[in-house]
């Protein structure tokens, strides 16, 4: 039996139980940029590489605020990023609008799971190629979750997707325990030792690199490039 023959078709299973579209999707979350985000118990920190397509082109955003409460990191397709945070904009002003209330971060994450899932069932649809790290603040504390291609998600103390995440999640693997009880000072510098381990001798300042914090009394914002250039 040839791979190719099952490849073709999200819907269609290759003898060994593998959906190779939704495999496909899947590598291009480990081809994009890296994104990393870790939580304590008040605050949660996003950070994400900025790579350019040449010297000539600026950077894409891989940070995107959803609302005051909650933000996203991507690693892979970004235009599919940037419609899923769209998306999750909009569902966040239906809730606010229809409750006057914040929407939960985990309601929205299994809203966001059953959207990618779909693509999954389609036959005239293709999986989404774009990994989140969704940050969040609700009434139990600081929440981070990874949504997969695939439909799944999971939370997370501190997670690493995209190129070379493996060293990052290395990083956060010895350290993941001293975050529950970080300061907020602490926090992004720990994101960022971790981000630097991705980049493989490759200089780590504040044009290289976007960090965003959400906590207790904090919205979701991205930092300055001054903050970020202390930080480093």
Not at 16 to 43: N, T
Not at 96 to 108: A, D
Not at 164 to 187: G, H, M
Request: aromatic fraction near 10%; hydrophobic fraction near 35%.
């Amino acid at each position: 039996m040839f791979r190719n023959q099952y490849n073709t078709d999200v819907t269609t299973w290759s003898p060994q139980g593998r959906l190779f579209q939704v495999e496909y999707a899947m590598e291009a979350v480990k081809q994009g940029s890296a994104a990393i985000g870790l939580r304590s118990k008040a605050h949660v920190v996003l950070a994400s590489v900025n790579k350019a397509q040449s010297e000539l082109s600026s950077h894409q955003r891989k940070i995107f605020k959803v609302d005051g409460h909650i933000g996203v990191a991507i690693a892979g397709l970004t235009a599919d990023g940037r419609v899923l945070s769209r998306y999750m904009r909009s569902e966040c002003i239906n809730y606010s609008y229809t409750y006057e209330s914040p929407l939960p971060v985990g309601r929205l994450v299994v809203q966001l799971a059953d959207k990618a899932q779909v693509c999954t069932q389609r036959s005239w649809k293709r999986p989404y190629g774009v990994g989140l790290l969704v940050a969040g603040l609700d009434e139990s504390g600081a929440r981070l979750y990874y949504n997969c291609p695939s439909g799944n998600y999971f939370e997370y103390q501190a997670f690493a997707i995209g190129s070379r995440s493996q060293a990052a999640k290395t990083y956060l693997e010895r350290r993941f325990e001293s975050f529950v009880s970080s300061s907020r000072e602490d926090l992004p510098k720990d994101a960022l030792f971790a981000l630097r381990e991705t980049l493989q001798g490759e200089n780590l300042n504040s044009s290289t690199c976007t960090v965003a914090v959400v906590g207790v009394g904090e919205a979701f914002h991205i930092l300055d490039n001054e903050r970020r250039s202390s930080t480093c």
